[in-house]
């Protein structure tokens, strides 16, 4: 069947691979939300993080992280006060500087988007839509995507089934006229292989080994730039 849909993974993918201090991220927010016990505060809120994708690892994806508004909640904290907003935005600035997309980015996406495929984005993320979609703009992309879907904002995440079929459902594409891209093997080339889409793997990422799971993958592609995706796309047509 033609291809008739190209979708991205996001964080190593669209964006390159950074390697980001999780403890730090979180004392970001604790120094702003709570200075004098910022240190057990930034503890434990990366350990609740840790667990949600400890847990959606060890369920394939069958039960995704959820939202990050949801670990704020479990730690008492009022979602709505002007102490979390000013502390959230502190998070939210420690995280900018990892968040620009790959300099291949628009021009992948404008060639694709100029041969008629449609675009879509499926991350495994705990942020809101809201805030991809100002990451997008900020990076002039947003223009380019027909569809995003975030696991923070559905009940499964890659690997599981569900999260490819609910994204190429939006899109309106059956998974053989659809191409997923990314730099995973487990999550993201295994997860779109097992219902029938094609898969691109790009390598660039350390992914920390405590992520990797057993089995292997074998994309029907590897992608040693982003910009190659384009071309591979188009020898498939
Ligand atoms: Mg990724």
Redesign the pocket.
Known sequence: MAVRAVLF?????LTP?HDVDLYAQWYAYSEVYDPENASSLAHRLKEREDDRWRLQRETDGAQSTGALDQLFLDEGIDINGARHLRALGSYLDFWAPHTYADPDAKDVLAALQHRGYKIGVL??TMWTSTHHREVFERDDLHAYIDVAVYSSEIPVAKPHSEAFRITLERLDVAPEEAVYV???LW??VTGAAQIGMRTIWIPH?AIPSDHVREGTATPDATAHRLLDVFAIVESWQ
Do not use: A, K
């Not at 993974?9 to 993918?13: H, I, L, Y």
């Open positions: 993974d996001w964080g190593g993918t691979w991350s495994n990314g730099d995973r999550e993201d990422s």
